[in-house]
């Protein structure tokens, strides 16, 4: 994998943790085992991306109220919960709390690689859209005050002539404002604007 | 099968016999006698024959009259009334038949009720019948007839009361061998001894004044009825009412005295018989209960177990898994001997799992035996004093005492390893240095032993050891906190306990009782 995801596997059996290590391993994911929820939390940093893979029930603090504390910390992380005694509760919990997948052990080899699957094409859309964003305010700084005054009120839907009054300058000003605004952002008519500007 | 041919001429042999041998004060020279036990015998051949005995009934009652009293009247009129005693016995048995399933031991309130009626009604309606043809035949003095009627119905009544049960247990699987366990008791020669003392007092220092103290034969039989349930009953019944009938030939009482002493007998008899199925009922239903506790124990156990199968069978799948894309990919080496040796270790791991599933089902009915305590406690405390070594733990093992328990070794030991664990558990998972278990046995006064295991981890709050015992309230990972409930399940099978109780430090308390010490 060329964008550096990892699985992150919480689960308090050892032989759980290498049999599904030597498994995605083999799927070529990167993996990354923790015995606990406190050694995860600890060793855990904001950049990074992949999925998590969780055990409810673990010695200390429990799979759920680390999902809980993962999405305190802002972590858009996306959990796949494992457990051996599923109840309509903890799922509930599970999902309440964003859980992707929600799978009993024994685990299925499909649905798990399908919930890793989709893990990572989410991740891998968010970075896409984070890029989108980095590009376009880059646009942005690239334009004078006046023209992104010139521009709001264009994708606010005003005519020049009103955009021309309320700047007080004169409606040819205004055009050529637009035009050089337009010409830096890249886009060719009003409505691809105000999509750029939406994003 | 030639004991099948000897049952009916040795059921009338019989009959003739205990007819002769309760041939004693009779009234007007005729049948009417204070004591009759033949009768029982009659009915429970009837009840277990079937419709054949009642030729051999006939022929018993006929016999008796022919050889016991030796045709005192006219042929016909003797033979006349024999039948109709016959008869009445032929129908009291029809009777029984309807309320009485032969698989009873009569040894509930139930059926003791079911029985009891229709015999004192029963031997009153005949009685009646019996005296009032032999009135009509003329052998009996015009102003008899009223105690004729009396002393037979009190005859026949006591006859049946005390030895049909005796009879009817004899005659069947279960009710014989209950009786041999209870005759091959020391207890029973005690009680025997018991009812000796109880008639010598009765006859020898209250009969010339009344018979006073005749209330003392009553402890021999509720001794033995409380005990033993009916099967004590019955053969302290049985002996009492020997010993009476012994006493009145030795001490040559008149028949009038004997008819109220049987009485008395029938009386403590009914005694004897309900309190001892009331004791019977009682134990049934504690039977009943401690079967449905170890039942409710195995299936928390497996509930538990399977959830550790779990584990196990989860890695298994993701190494057979990677086993599948390495062998289609054709890779061999490393990853692929991690993936089979993988497999091979999670299969050893859920068979443990199995085997300890079936070693607690092998225990399914409770096997009691006797353990010596220090064995129990020491084999149990095996596998922890290595993880103790490993550990950096203390294990500090008090010198147990020579007590003997009568138990389940290998759910006694489930409990011990349990607590051993949990302290073990808990004295890792605190962080303190100077980490310490400890099991001592002390003995409590009634026959009891208190185990009590102890670590130096971080002890239960109230809260806490309320809810340890509750089921799937765990701590830990692995189970479902089943092992305390399991456990205090066991002990209480064993009428011990087990509770923990609130303190800075663990502290479980098991206690067992011990056996009776014996003399060996």
């Known amino acids: 994998m060329t964008d550096n995801l990892t699985v992150f596997i919480v689960?308090?059996?050892?032989?759980?943790?290498?049999?599904?290590?030597?498994?995605?391993a083999i799927h070529d994911y990167r993996?990354?085992?923790?015995?606990?929820?406190d050694s995860f939390l600890k060793a855990f940093k904001p950049a990074w991306r992949g999925c998590v893979l969780l055990d409810i029930r673990m010695p200390g603090m429990d799979g759920l109220t680390l999902q809980r504390k993962l999405l305190e910390l802002g972590s858009d992380l996306p959990v796949v919960v494992m457990t051996g005694h599923g109840d309509v509760d903890s799922a509930r919990t599970a999902f309440r709390a964003l859980a992707l997948d929600f799978l009993e052990k024994p685990l299925d080899e499909s649905r798990?690689?399908?919930?890793?699957?989709?893990?990572?094409?989410?991740?891998?859309?968010?970075?896409d859209a984070a890029l989108t964003r980095d590009q376009v305010q880059r646009l942005l700084d690239g334009l004078t005050p006046r023209e992104k005054e010139v521009m709001e009120r264009v994708v606010a839907g005003r005519h020049n002539r009103e955009i021309a009054a309320e700047l007080a300058i004169s409606p040819r000003t205004v055009?050529?404002?637009?035009?050089?605004?337009?010409?830096?952002?890249?886009?060719?008519?009003?409505?691809?604007?105000?999509?750029?500007?939406?994003? | 099968m030639p004991l099948k041919y000897l049952l009916h001429p040795g059921f009338i042999a019989l009959y003739v016999a205990l007819d002769a041998a309760s041939f004693i004060h009779p009234l007007h020279g005729l049948n009417i006698t204070p004591w009759s036990p033949a009768p029982a015998l009659g009915l429970v051949y009837l009840l277990r024959q079937g419709p054949i005995a009642r030729v051999g009934l006939v022929a018993a009652v006929l016999l008796g009259e022919y050889l016991v009293r030796g045709m005192p009247f006219p042929w016909w009129k003797s033979l006349g009334s024999a039948l109709i005693l016959a008869a009445g016995y032929l129908v009291l048995s029809e009777f029984l038949k309807r309320r009485l399933p032969l698989t009873s031991l009569l040894d509930d309130r139930a059926a003791l009720l079911a029985w009891m009626v229709p015999v004192v009604l029963g031997t009153l309606i005949n009685s009646v019948l019996y005296l009032t043809s032999l009135h009509l035949l003329g052998l009996l003095p015009a102003n008899g007839w009223l105690t004729g009627v009396l002393q037979f119905w009190v005859g026949d009544a006591v006859g049946i009361t005390i030895a049909m049960p005796l009879f009817w247990w004899l005659t069947g699987e279960r009710g014989r061998f209950a009786l041999r366990s209870v005759l091959l008791r020391g207890e029973t020669l005690m009680y025997s001894l018991l009812g000796l003392v109880a008639l010598g007092i009765a006859f020898g220092l209250g009969g010339d004044s009344g018979f006073k103290l005749f209330y003392i034969l009553f402890l021999p039989i509720v001794w033995?009825?409380?005990?033993?349930?009916m099967a004590g009953a019955i053969v302290s019944a049985t002996l009492l009412q020997l010993g009476v009938i012994a006493a009145v030939q030795m001490l040559d009482f008149s028949a009038v005295t004997i008819a109220e002493l049987q009485m008395l007998g029938v009386v403590m008899a009914l005694v004897g018989f309900f309190i001892g199925g009331v004791v019977d009922e009682q134990r049934r239903t504690s039977g009943e209960l401690r079967q449905t506790l170890r039942l409710a124990a195995a299936g928390e156990m497996a509930g538990a177990l399977a959830h550790e199968l779990n584990q196990p069978l989860t890695a298994l799948g993701a190494y057979a898994s990677a086993y599948d894309t390495l062998q289609a990919r054709g890779e061999t080496g490393v990853r692929l001997d991690a993936a089979i040796n993988g497999m091979r270790a999670e299969a050893q791991r859920a068979g443990d799992v199995v085997k300890r599933l079936r070693d607690f089902f092998r225990t399914g009915a409770t096997k009691l035996e006797s353990v010596a305590l220090r064995q129990l406690i020491d084999s149990s405390a095996e596998p922890y004093r290595l993880k103790a070594r490993q550990g950096g733990i203390q294990f500090i093992e008090s010198e147990v005492p020579d007590i003997?328990?009568?138990?389940?070794?290998?759910?006694?030991?489930?409990?011990?390893?349990?607590?051993?664990?949990?302290?073990?558990?808990?004295?890792?998972?605190?962080?303190?240095?100077?980490?310490?278990?400890?099991?001592?046995?002390?003995?409590?006064?009634?026959?009891?032993?208190?185990?009590?295991?102890?670590?130096s981890g971080c002890g239960l709050s109230r809260e806490e050891a309320e809810r340890a015992f509750e089921s799937f309230h765990s701590s830990k990972s692995s189970g479902l906190g089943l092992g305390l409930v399991i456990s205090r399940a066991i002990a209480e099978t064993h009428?011990?306990?087990?509770?923990?109780?609130?303190?800075?430090?663990?502290?479980?308390?098991?206690?067992?009782?011990t056996q009776e010490t014996r003399t060996s």
């Open chain 1, 112 to 127: 798990l690689l399908n919930a890793i699957g989709e893990a990572f094409a989410r991740q891998r859309k968010a970075a």
């Open chain 1, 175 to 199: 055009e050529v404002h637009k035009a050089r605004m337009m010409d830096k952002l890249g886009v060719l008519s009003v409505a691809d604007l105000v999509r750029l500007s939406l994003s």
């Open chain 1, 31 to 37: 993996v990354a085992a923790f015995a606990d929820a």
């Open chain 1, 11 to 24: 689960d308090d059996d050892l032989s759980v943790r290498d049999a599904l290590s030597l498994l995605l």
């Open chain 2, 495 to 513: 009428g011990g306990s087990l509770w923990c109780e609130v303190a800075d430090h663990g502290v479980f308390k098991l206690v067992l009782p």
């Open chain 2, 224 to 229: 033995a009825s409380a005990r033993q349930g």
């Open chain 2, 404 to 455: 003997m328990l009568l138990a389940d070794r290998l759910q006694l030991e489930v409990v011990l390893r349990n607590l051993f664990s949990n302290a073990f558990d808990a004295v890792a998972a605190a962080d303190t240095t100077g980490k310490l278990v400890s099991v001592q046995a002390v003995p409590l006064p009634g026959a009891r032993v208190l185990i009590c295991v102890e670590d």
